[in-house]
Every structure is written in structure tokens, then in C-alpha cells.
């Protein structure tokens, strides 16, 4: 079966009137849609067009089924069944400018990060641009959202999977993501963070999309980045930054460094150092994050009192740096913990 959400308004149109039907009806079903209604729930169109579109299509290709709420700051975790009984899983974090909805981009991943749950298991497949888009749907419309008034205003590709090694779907979702006769975002209100596939953030420059280029750096050495990121193996810091300065230059969008505290790997003052050496200058933002631990890896998080020291550090180097606030801690945090619960049959 296919995924009707996979396909942009004019390709839908396309599908419409080749079906004899009037074009007009292409809007109502491509609003329906991405207000997170399953095809058969669209009632504007006939009973006959709905039975036309659910013998090729998937009624609903992305589900709800379950979720965990943070007693400490609403936070809530998703637990998201796609139509062929995998899972993936996504946060919706509530701030006073609006709700952040983090969305998976693969069923795992096979970046090997050492520090993340999502790649334990290593990648089972990519998502479609329609059920990347259908984690925002079902969550727009469970909190009360709708088209003309998103509860989900802003959205981050930080969930399991690497966008990029997803290059096409996650590109086709951005432009179904802010097509204005459905959700309406704009990609300056999307976040992509990606390990660092240089040859894909060249790319990404060139699609006229200006995203918020969020990069997973964790160490300013190579060496150092290689025990905690097996991409940095193949692609250098310096070839980053090469690729980093290209992006701004093409969108004019300043970029963002995502730090992990890891504790005694580089949290010290020779890793600071490094970077303000690297970034001083640079239209750029650092955003440290101490470490959400994960039992299967084995590593720790900085203290509370290192990691501002660290921060200290940098913002008296020269550079924009901010602590992330810890969001979500009770209600496993890390990315993956969630699925495996879920597939090794224990409460959510």
C-alpha cells in the first residue's frame, strides 16, 4: 500500500483527476490530510472518491499509541505505529513561544553514535516524507491544533534516525511540511541536526529551504570525535566548518553547534579552548547538553557544576553558548528508550 501524504499538492492533483475527479477536491483531501484525519475520516469528499483513494492508500499510515507526560514540565513523549507495525517515537516540548514537536526521520539509525539509544538497534528503514509528516498531523490534532491555528509551531529533526542519510524523504517533507495550503511551517521555524554528511549540508544549501543547520559536533578534536562519532572517521571538523561557512553563505542562516557533556571525554579546558579557537568569529551558536544516559553505552554525564564551567569557559572566549535546560528527565529522555520498552513488552 502507499502513503497518500507522500505526495505534494500538485502530484495529488494529478492523482485526482486522473481518478476523473474534479481537481479542486485535491486541496480538500491534501487539507484533510495534514490535519491528521485518516482518509476515510474526510468527509468533504464522496464516499466513492474515499473508497477509490483507500484501495491504493493506507487509511492511516501514522498512529498514536502511546505516551508518557512529564509531572515536572509537560514534556510529552510519543510513541508513533506506522502502518507496517514499526515504531518510532517523538517529544513535544512546550515553551512560552510555542510548541516544539521533536520528530524521528528512520526507524533507527546506522550513524553508530556512541553516546545515542536510537542506533542500538542500527537502521531498519527510512521513513516517507509522508510518515515523517504524520508524527506532526496526529500530535496537532491530539493537542487541539488545526490548520488555520498549529498548536505545533515549531519542529526539529532530532529524533532517531540522521536526517541526511534520509535525504530525499526529509526534503520532500519540509516542502509538504510549509506548503501553505496545509500545515504552513516555515522552514525557518524547522531545526535539522545531523551528525555531519558533508557532501549532503552542501546540498541542503542549494534547495532554497533555509533551515536551521544544527550540527552534532561533541568534541573539537578529530581524534577525540572519532571515539564518541564513527562519521568523523570520514569526514573532518575542518571539512565541516568548510561545509557550515557554504550553508550560511547560501541561506544566511547562522548554524548551531550540538555539544554532549561527556564526562572526563570533553568536558576539560583543552576541549574549551579548541573550541573558541575553531568558532571564535563564526556566525554561529554552541548548545551544550549534558549527556541523557543510556544503561547499553556506558557513559556519564558532566556535573552540573562542570558543565557551567565549561560554559563559562566558552562565553568568555568570545562565544554564543547556552546550557540546554533539561527537559523531560522522567520520562526516559533518551531517544529509543521509549521503542525498546514498547517492543520488549513492558509498560510504557
Known sequence: MLILSDLNYEQLKKVITDMGERSFRAEQIFRGVCSGKKISEITDISKELRAKLLSVYEDEPVKIIGKKVSSVDGTTKYLFK?????????????YKYGNTQCVSTQVGCRMGCAFCASGIDGLVRNLTAGEILGQISAVNAEIGGAL???AVTN???????EPLDNY???????RNLSDKRGLNVSPRN???????LVPKIYDLAGEGLDVNLTISLHNPFDEGRKLLMPIANAYSIAEILDACSYYFNKTGRRYIFEYSLVRGQNDGKDCAEELIRLLKGRPCHINLIRLNEV???????TS????YKFLGLLTKGGLSATLRRQMGADIDGACGQLRRKYINGENL
Open 168 to 174: 530525499d524523504n526529509v526534503v520532500a517533507f519540509i
Open 304 to 307: 552540573d557544576k562542570d558543565a
Open 148 to 150: 488555520d491555528k498549529r
Open 155 to 161: 519542529v526539529v529533526l532530532m529524533g532517531s534516525g
Open 295 to 301: 544503561k547499553e553505552k556506558n557513559l556519564s554525564s
Open 82 to 94: 506506522l502502518w507496517d507495525g514499526n515504531v518510532v517515537e517523538g517529544v513535544l516540548m512546550k
Open 190 to 196: 524547522l531545526s535539522l541536526s545531523t551528525c555531519g
